[in-house]
């Protein structure tokens, strides 16, 4: 006879989401996509598995998906399961009873299924989880039960789930190192999260995002100037968003200046330092910029150079329209 479970975490604010759609920044095809197919799962039951590159946002989406759903105010509870030794993720997961193993807690430990009871549970890296553990985790995704390490009762647990992965599950699979039935189980909604070398489009509202953002932790004032912002957008960010958020608060932190230019971006930009002539005007960033400068002109021409009106209707804070202004030569 099982028994069921009242989450440790309910109402613990440590484990609530802060994170939502509206922190996934990005005007791009393929990540609109991926937004929309992430909100109705938000609105779904099912399982979700979000595909993507280190860097990309992957644990971003889960939080997202978790705030938009019915289990909002209940905990959610990343798992990284790359990070926690194999001979230990059996506990992690499902707990243990008293007396389990040498050097167990007495009255024993719930695990991260029984601590994400009612809300949503992230198994991020889910492509490194040992093979040996993957039937168990098969069988309480099915029964939605869980059994502690060294116990015999099950207990009911009641959750959402959504697995991350930057690896080619079917490639896994084909090489006998990952159950096929567990994939099929995980894989109900697919949400792949493009890299950002292929939405460069997205590059300059992250770089405002981040900028702001950045500045205000930061108390800096620096701005970048146009030769620098062209390198940026035009660099293919290997390390995807992670990358990108990272150089913006290294930029503000070490760079003691009001504007920074191409001379002061690390080594790894060098070959995009040569220059403006380097840039043709079939480049997507420079189309997209182009783009966005028109845009705004219209803007000010209907609102009547009304900066107020015109961040309505771009839909830009006051702040970030005034540095795209200010970038473009319009303000």
């Known amino acids: ?22 922190d996934i920044i990005g005007v791009s095809p393929g990540l609109t996509q991926a937004k929309e197919l992430a909100l109705r799962a938000a609105h779904g039951r099912s399982s979700v598995l979000v595909l993507g590159e280190s860097g990309t946002g992957k644990e971003l989406f889960a939080h997202a998906i978790h705030a938009a759903s019915i289990r909002m105010d209940y905990p959610f509870v990343p798992v990284d399961c790359s990070a926690i030794p194999r001979e230990l993720l059996e506990a992690e997961l499902f707990g243990y009873a008293p007396g389990a193993f040498t050097g167990a807690a007495k009255d024993g430990k719930p695990g991260k299924f029984e601590l994400a009871h009612r809300g949503t549970i992230l198994l991020d890296e889910i492509g490194e989880m040992p093979l040996e553990l993957q039937s168990k985790l098969l069988r309480v995704l099915q029964e939605r039960q869980i059994t502690r390490v060294g116990g015999t009762a099950p207990i009911t647990v009641d959750f959402a789930v959504i697995a991350a992965t930057n690896r080619d599950l079917e490639h896994l699979v084909a090489q006998g190192r990952f159950r096929r039935d567990l994939m099929y189980r995980l894989d109900i909604v697919r949400i792949e999260i493009p890299p950002l070398r292929e939405r ?12 702001d953002r950045k500045q205000r932790e930061l108390g800096s004032t620096a701005t970048l100037s146009a030769d620098a912002l062209r390198m940026l957008e035009a660099y293919p960010w290997p390390g995807n968003v992670r990358e990108l958020a990272n150089l913006v608060e290294r930029l503000l932190v070490t760079v003691v200046k009001p504007v920074i230019e191409p001379a002061d971006l690390p080594p790894v930009f060098a070959q995009a330092r040569a220059g403006p002539l380097c840039f043709t005007p079939f480049q997507l960033t420079l189309v997209s ?4 400068r028109r845009t705004l002109e219209r803007a000010l021409q209907q609102a009547k150079g ?26």
Do not use: H, I
């Open 1 to 22: 006879m099982s028994r069921r479970v009242t989450s440790k975490l309910e109402g613990d604010p440590r484990w609530l989401t802060r994170c939502s759609f509206a």
């Open 200 to 211: 460069p489009e997205d590059v300059p509202p992250l770089l405002d995002y981040y900028w």
């Open 289 to 292: 910029a182009n783009a966005e």
């Open 306 to 331: 009304n900066r107020n009106k015109v961040a309505q209707l771009v839909g830009l804070s006051r702040a970030t329209l005034y540095r795209k202004l200010k970038r473009y030569g319009l303000g």
